[in-house]
């Protein structure tokens, strides 16, 4: 299904995808604007569920979710564009630079994973979000994404991305834990040809540094940057990423 998208920056440059989180929306990638809008068209949009995208019935595969974009990439007649990813977002962006590699120049992949030990845990999130909303999820979520300091420091920062969360379609909450349960993109990273840059948040217990080596020393070429901050080191971190993606692509 086609998602939701905003387009903003200089009409003749060149494009640059933004892919989010779970639970989060194109507003993950505010404090990037700035930066990306001096050279890049920047295309954001939404997981089917999540922000202004509709939702279809669970469960998803990483697949779908990667369908979807270049469902949106076709009908914005866009051949090939860059990619940057969150977690989620960053596990779409290796998904299509692995399936898709004509359409996809440079990669960014920021506190993501190429797979989960176990499945469980995200099976029982998708039926306790089935059974009691996203809303319920938030106060843990935000606990995972920033680190306490940050929680402290920027509480409406951190009220906002909870806001967002609870906004989330339940079932498309719940269809994306089952595309994470399913996802496992290990044997397509060595066959990334997109020159890719890895960056992992040094406090992230949701998807460790460790994971981010990992990718990045299976994708050909990559290079790995550890920078400050948990899950959404983006935010917390804004100016290091903001810096380390402008760089690379
Ligand atoms: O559990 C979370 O919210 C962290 C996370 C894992 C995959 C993703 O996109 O976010």
């Known amino acids: 299904m086609k998602p939701h998208y905003e387009l903003s920056g200089p009409e003749d440059a060149p494009v640059v995808v933004l892919g989010n989180s779970l639970g ?6 505010d404090r990037q604007l700035p930066v990306l ?23 998803y595969r990483i697949d779908d979710l990667a369908d979807d974009v270049l469902e949106l990439l076709d009908a914005l007649g866009l051949a090939r564009v860059s990619y940057c990813g969150v977690s989620m977002g960053g596990m779409v962006g290796m998904w299509l ?15 993501t994973t190429a797979g989960f030990a176990t499945a469980q845990p995200w099976l029982e999130r998708a039926a306790a979000v089935r059974g009691s909303g996203t809303g319920a999820l938030a106060a843990a979520a935000v606990g995972r ?18 806001a967002n969360l609870s906004s989330v379609d339940d079932e498309g909450y719940a269809g ?33 540094p460790e994971c981010g ?37």
């Open 145 to 162: 994404w920033f680190t306490p300091a940050f929680r402290a420091e920027s509480p409406e920062v951190v009220a906002g991305f909870a």
């Open 176 to 208: 994306c834990c089952e595309a994470l349960a399913a996802m496992d993109l290990r044997s397509v990273l060595p066959v990334i040809e997109a020159p890719t840059v890895v960056i992992s948040g040094a406090s992230d217990e949701a998807t460790p």
């Open 97 to 111: 630079a692995g399936h898709a590699p004509e359409r996809i120049e440079r990669l960014v992949l920021c506190c």
């Open 37 to 59: 809008h001096r050279r890049f068209r920047v295309l954001r949009y939404d997981h089917r569920g999540h922000g202004g995208s509709g939702v279809v019935d669970g469960p």
């Open 24 to 29: 989060t929306t194109t507003a993950l990638w």
């Open 213 to 249: 080596r990992f990718i990045a020393d299976s994708v050909p070429g990559a290079t790995f940057h550890l920078v400050p901050g948990a899950h959404l080191a983006n935010v917390e971190s804004a100016d290091e990423v903001s810096a380390i993606v402008e760089a690379h692509l």
